[in-house]
């Protein structure tokens, strides 16, 4: 069974930081985008970042949010800094096979349950 578990939310002051984890079991995700989205209040899923062999980010999250994955653990993880009450979302790992189109949230295969973060002005 496949599984992807976020770990690391919490509520944290504005321009703090947070670290996000992503642990997938279940299968190999080596060749696979794997993606954060989040879902604020009253909007819709939005992308955040990906990575598979180059990175991408929201232009909203682009010099504060970083990235990176470690394919022997099975893991990916999202390191926010200079966090802003706008960030203020439910964050979701996401994993998606090649040929998808990773900024958006179609075509992803796999969901993680998603970890609160609330950033308090």
């Known amino acids: 069974q496949v599984q992807l578990v976020e770990s690391g939310g919490g509520l944290v002051q504005a321009g703090g930081s947070l670290r996000l984890s992503c642990a997938a079991s279940?299968?190999?995700?080596?060749?696979?985008?794997m993606g954060w989205f989040r879902r604020a209040p009253g909007k819709e899923r939005e992308f955040v970042a990906v990575t598979r062999w180059s990175t991408y980010y929201a232009d909203s999250v682009k010099g504060r949010f970083t990235i990176s994955r470690d394919n022997a653990k099975n893991t990916v993880d999202l390191q926010m800094n200079s966090l802003k009450p706008e960030d203020t979302a439910v964050y979701y790992c996401?994993?998606?096979?090649?040929?998808?189109?990773?900024?958006?949230?179609?075509?992803?295969?796999?969901w993680g349950q998603g970890t609160q973060v609330t950033v308090s002005s």
């Open positions: 996401a994993a998606g096979p090649p040929g998808i189109i990773p900024t958006t949230t179609r075509g992803y295969d796999y």
């Open positions: 279940g299968r190999t995700f080596s060749m696979y985008y």
